[in-house]
């Protein structure tokens, strides 16, 4: 009686340990630098809720907002020993998987989204292999949108007004210091993870930003500067990455719901961050010193940005920056 009872037992202890291990398989644990309450805060929620809906609960999606989950370098460490299952990514992000996406981030490279589409299309396919031979699965690309300068107390012109400047630079971006230095050797920007920039701003360590209008706002930082400028100097890349184990872990429904609302959810992005982010920039407009740039101040820009682009070649493998028509 005593063996019968032991057996029944560990019979019902494996059916335990298995329906949890399921459930934590089927649980996603995703990551972004993104508040809740952002256009991309509401997609991704949308997003979780679609694929709880559609795999009756099989599979459910719980998101670390604000960046809380670590640097995006961080977190995609944490989704290669398991701890996350997904993240929403900027070229930062990206190019801690693969180097090579950060060409489609280029300074000068595009002057408008059209030009960029063309490009990724034309390399997506090798850079979604190269994700996958890493161990994540590409689910599709959301923008983050058109870089600007933006500054504090003065405007910025031409390249050189950047001397003596604190311009801000993500930790592990492997473009922006080329660019900077590509201007002025003395250029010393401040690198920082992206949630270090707010109070590096209040404190005055950084003065000088080149990012979105609709991110400068959602991350707080367009009360901090005062000028901006017109003018586009990069298009602002960022995808939907998941772990491919925990993908592979899922039925073959869940699996399928899963890539399917991913792809959709990208789509998603791509539609609304443009638009809200041309929107922002019509707020922030409204707010700060415009600053137009001449034709003359345009070619000066250029000429740094293709110096920059030689520089950063053989920081990008593949040749991906000759690819992306970058240089």
């Not at 109070?199 to 005062?226: F, Y």
């Not at 609302?261 to 415009?290: C, H, N, P």
């Amino acid at each position: 009686m005593t063996h019968r009872l032991f057996a029944v037992l560990l019979a019902l202890a494996a059916v335990t340990l298995g329906t949890a291990n399921a459930q934590a398989a089927n649980t996603l644990k995703c990551a972004t630098l993104a508040p809740k309450s952002s256009p991309w805060g509401k997609v991704f929620r949308t997003w979780a809720k679609a694929i709880e809906k559609k795999t009756k609960g099989d599979v459910k999606m719980s998101w670390h907002w604000n960046g809380t989950a670590g640097a995006e370098g961080t977190v995609v460490g944490k989704m290669r020993s398991g701890q996350l299952s997904c993240a929403a990514v900027t070229a930062v992000g990206l190019s801690a998987i693969h180097k090579p996406f950060l060409a489609l981030q280029m300074p000068g490279a595009f002057e408008n989204w059209g030009q960029l589409d063309r490009a990724r299309a034309k390399v997506r396919g090798e850079l979604a292999s190269a994700v996958e031979a890493q161990g994540f699965f590409l689910g599709g690309f959301g923008d983050v949108g058109i870089g600007r300068v933006m500054s504090r107390g003065f405007a910025v012109r031409k390249p050189a007004d950047l001397k003596g400047k604190k311009p801000a630079v993500i930790d592990g971006d492997t473009i922006a210091p080329n660019v900077y230095a590509a201007i002025d050797p003395s250029i010393r920007p401040v690198s920082s993870p992206v949630t270090g920039f707010l109070p590096k701003l209040n404190s005055g360590e950084i003065n000088v930003l080149n990012t979105p209008s609709l991110a400068a706002e959602q991350l707080q930082w367009a009360s901090k500067v005062d000028h901006i400028n017109s003018g586009a100097t990069y298009f602002g890349i960022g995808a939907l990455v998941l772990s491919k184990k925990d993908l592979d872990g899922m039925s073959a429904d869940s699996r399928a719901v899963v890539v399917k609302t991913s792809q959709l959810a990208a789509k998603a992005l791509t539609k609304r961050i443009r638009a809200a982010d041309e929107q922002a920039f019509g707020r922030l407009k409204k707010k700060m010193k415009v600053v137009d740039l001449t034709a003359a101040e345009k070619a000066e820009w250029k000429k740094v940005f293709k110096k920059a682009c030689k520089r950063t070649k053989g920081a990008i493998p593949g040749g991906m920056l000759s690819k992306v028509g970058a240089c």
